[in-house]
């Protein structure tokens, strides 16, 4: 399937890809408009740190959000620490501190699969680099939701685990080293 | 379930709604709406429904900075009548703990009283009970450690009956109110401190804004409302509060003044 016309994008990952979400948000174009919203596995207990490091490269702003917050444009939103993040219906974030999912809170089969729901075929969906089967179950969602999803190229990961375990449910549209998906997110109109 | 008493849940988050009710579905086998129907007569099922619907507290001394304010700064300044910490609804009793915790390290008035609040029944039973979840042993012993800087945490828990409790001098001064408190409040103006941490996530934004009406206006003048770190606080509601600190989210509702002219003796 070939789509431009994207509302959200919804990026999941956990070990090795700080680096890489760092490197493409510092890539982007500034005027990039479609939001954002990140899913990475982190330290539960660890409160400060992440937005800070991502922001330092970053031509466009990032945010904890709080929940409720309706999602913008030109804006990154990651998960906090310790809540899970759904994508609502009206474009909002809903937070949440129920049950860890694959041992994770943030879990990104819960951000990918809610937005999936709420967004369809206007979603853009990308897995990472990590280690455990998280994000896999949410990626085939966006996919069956008939969402675009790039899974990044298990030889560019740090450790293909996640990307792996994607592939194994369905076939994406895309599989691209982070370069690569760099450039494809440049390519967007708007 | 609106027919029934006490399972009013109309205003709460839709995808909420849906998640909790897919995975009780799921466990109980449930795939017709009919099959749900028939079960909702069952006030056994009910409270089971109530309990899942109440998200468990993920650990005790969730975000240990903000129990250390607590201790240090904003429990020993609440106002000299407050003999009340509501905790409005407290699902697995961590709150609850942690708080009875700190009040008893901190030598504070063993006079204040713990009223935790639940829908459920069963969750009201296992807070008296001072029952703790044992998969969060360990997040609770780093955070308690977080918190004091040393491992003093088992010796504030006691194994009854092959299960883990909060130690009984400890769980003394927690009571348990049954019922949502939308419904029911407790009756009293002696409350001093309201921890609702993480609750109005599962509440679509008109409910929250009630509940939170609700919560300001039960609380005593000068004391305190404590909300999640992510909680949204809508605008006009803030604006009635006094901000005491942005990051772990700790209001106070301000102390209101005699009006000099003395209109209220008319």
């Known amino acids: 399937m070939e789509c431009t016309d994207f509302k959200l994008i919804v990026v999941g990952g956990s070990a ?9 948000l510092a890539g982007l174009r500034p005027d990039f408009k479609l939001p954002i919203v990140l899913s990475l596995h982190r330290l539960k207990h660890v409160r400060s740190g992440l937005v800070e490091g991502l922001s330092l490269k970053s031509k466009l702003r990032v945010i904890e959000p709080n929940d409720k917050e309706k999602l913008q444009q030109n804006t990154v939103y990651l998960a906090p620490a310790n809540y899970h993040l759904f994508v609502e219906l009206d474009g909002t974030v809903a937070l949440s501190t129920e049950e860890s999912h694959n041992h994770s809170r943030p879990s990104i089969d819960h951000t990918l699969g809610s937005a999936a729901y709420a967004y369809r075929d206007k979603l853009l969906g990308i897995l990472l680099t990590g280690a455990n089967r998280d994000g896999a179950a949410g990626m085939k969602e966006i996919a069956d939701n008939k969402g675009f999803t790039i899974v990044q190229d298990p030889l560019s990961c740090d450790i293909d685990t996640m990307p792996k375990e994607a592939l194994k449910l369905f076939r994406p549209d895309r599989l691209m080293n982070p370069e690569d998906i760099l450039h494809f997110l440049n390519a967007l109109p708007g | 379930m609106l027919a029934y008493p006490g399972m009013d849940y109309t205003e709460y988050s839709l995808s909420f709604m849906k998640r909790r009710l897919t995975g009780l579905a799921t466990r109980q086998r449930i795939r017709r709406k009919e099959q749900f129907l028939a079960r ?21 001394f969730r975000d240990p900075a903000l129990w250390r304010l607590l201790r240090d700064k904003f429990l020993p300044a609440l106002p000299q009548d407050a003999a009340c910490l509501w905790l409005p609804h407290e699902t697995s009793g961590e709150d609850s703990y942690s708080l009875a915790l700190i009040l008893h390290e901190a030598e504070l008035p063993c006079s204040f009283q713990i009223l935790a609040q639940s829908p459920s029944q069963q969750r009201c039973n296992n807070i008296e009970a001072g029952l703790i979840n044992q998969q969060h042993h360990e997040q609770n012993l780093s955070n308690y450690k977080r918190l004091e800087d040393r491992d003093a945490y088992e010796r504030y828990i006691v194994e009854e009956a092959g299960k883990s409790h909060i130690a009984p001098n400890l769980r003394q001064n927690i009571n348990c109110l049954q019922g949502h408190f939308l419904s029911r409040q407790p009756k009293r103006r002696d409350i001093g401190l309201i921890l609702f941490r993480n609750v109005g996530l599962y509440f679509n934004p008109k409910l929250n804004h009630h509940a939170l009406r609700l919560l300001i206006d039960a609380l005593m003048p000068g004391g305190y409302l404590v909300l999640g770190l992510k909680d949204h606080m809508p605008a006009d509601l803030e604006k009635e509060l006094l901000v005491c600190d942005s990051a772990e989210r700790i209001y106070q509702k301000p102390i209101l003044k005699e009006p000099s002219y003395g209109m209220h003796r008319f």
């Open chain 1, 16 to 24: 090795g890809s700080f680096s890489v979400v760092s490197h493409i």
């Open chain 2, 40 to 60: 909702l007569q069952d006030e056994e099922f009910r409270e089971l429904l109530r309990t899942e619907l109440c998200v468990d507290n993920t650990e005790m």
